[in-house]
């Protein structure tokens, strides 16, 4: 089992910038791949970014493309988004979500762990 708890959410205007933090515990998280999701209201959860066990490679959805940077930190546990950039459509509950293999993948259903959510609201 691996538990995640997101940190980081909150809200900024359009143009403005937040870093948000997984961290997590229970089985060994450096041999994860990691991943984050959004999902906005009336819409289904999409992807935004993965990164491997190891961080040599990511992968991000177009829409964040250059705005937003995955990375992690094998020795405290811990995953970031660092979002830049922020437009109104970025507005959306963002999860923290880890698979149970190493390799980046974008698909929801890859991803077996999930933390519990945290609010990012993008004032126009």
């Known amino acids: 089992q691996v538990q995640l708890v997101e940190s980081g959410g909150g809200l900024v205007q359009a143009g403005g910038s937040l870093r948000l933090s997984c961290a997590a515990s229970g089985r060994t998280f450096s041999s994860n791949a990691m991943g984050w999701f959004r999902q906005a209201p009336g819409k289904e959860r999409e992807f935004v970014a993965a990164?491997?066990?190891?961080?040599?490679?990511?992968a991000y959805a177009d829409s964040v493309k250059g705005r937003f940077t995955i990375s992690r930190d094998n020795a405290k546990n811990t995953v970031y988004l660092q979002m830049n950039s922020l437009k109104s459509e970025d507005t959306a509950v963002y999860y923290c979500a880890a698979r149970r293999f190493g390799l980046v993948v974008v698909e929801v259903y890859e991803y077996s762990y999930w933390g519990q959510g945290t609010q990012i609201t993008v004032s126009s």
């Open positions: 990164i491997s066990w190891s961080g040599g490679s990511t």
